[in-house]
């Protein structure tokens, strides 16, 4: 079942921060975050497996609840370069063949 | 680096036509996907492979086939092409690692297809 990410779209001023969640109504046994910027590849930015983590990348940071059912996305002091979107894909369980299903996506613009 | 390479940034093809969309990977990695990618909707997993002449079903299967004859080549088949398959394909490969799972998957620049 496709995870649910909300906002679906976000404006930013450079130095402002933003929240982005993906939900799901099933406990999850991983999160990966990626992130595409127009007209390129998605690129990986975190995986959260344990409930409870909280993970930093820069200062995009992410936590994954207890229950693992939502992971949120955290941008902080937003930087020009973080425009793009944002997905959030989901494993289900500990299947073979590293098997995700991702969400709708969250678009950021970050302004001058 | 990983690098995943798609054979076409753009391809415009016909309705009815049989397409083939090629994706190579360098890194020997097991695992291989074809997602496609529409505004709204995401990435939608439309087959894997977790080995060399292995293959299952992703969520919307419908309308496509795959080939992994070789470790790094994974291909996708549109037997019949219909206007509804206009959209961007994104090729992925990620490692398999024991224990199972937990692999960023490192995707392609994608082919943007357009059936007319």
């Known amino acids: 079942q496709q995870p649910v990410q909300s906002p679906q779209a976000v404006i930013l001023r450079e130095g402002e921060d933003a929240v982005i969640n993906c939900s799901s109504s099933k406990a999850l046994y991983s999160v990966h975050w990626y992130r595409q910027k127009h007209g390129e590849a998605p690129v990986f930015l975190m995986i959260l497996l344990k409930g409870g983590e909280q993970k930093g990348h820069d200062k995009i940071s992410a936590s994954f609840n207890e229950k693992k059912q939502q992971s949120s996305l955290y941008l902080t002091a937003s930087q020009l370069s973080y425009s793009g979107t944002y997905f959030c894909?989901?494993?289900?369980?500990?299947?073979?063949?590293?098997?995700?299903?991702f969400g709708g996506g969250t678009r950021v613009l970050v302004k001058p | 680096d990983v690098k995943v390479t798609q054979s076409s940034r753009y391809l415009v093809k016909r309705t009815g036509e049989k397409v083939f969309l090629e994706c190579v990977q360098d890194m020997d990695h097991e695992n291989m996907f074809w997602y496609r990618q529409d505004p709204g909707l995401g990435l939608r997993l439309i087959y894997f492979?977790?080995?060399?002449?292995?293959?299952e079903k992703g969520d919307i299967p419908e309308g496509y086939s795959v080939s992994r004859e070789k470790k790094e080549r994974f291909s996708l088949i549109l037997e019949s092409a219909s206007t509804n398959q206009t959209s961007m394909y994104l090729c992925a490969s990620s490692p398999l690692i024991i224990p199972l799972g937990n692999q960023p998957q490192h995707f392609g620049d994608g082919t943007r297809l357009s059936i007319l």
């Open positions: 894909g989901t494993e289900p369980f500990k299947a073979a063949g590293n098997k995700l299903t």
């Open positions: 492979s977790y080995d060399v002449k292995m293959k």
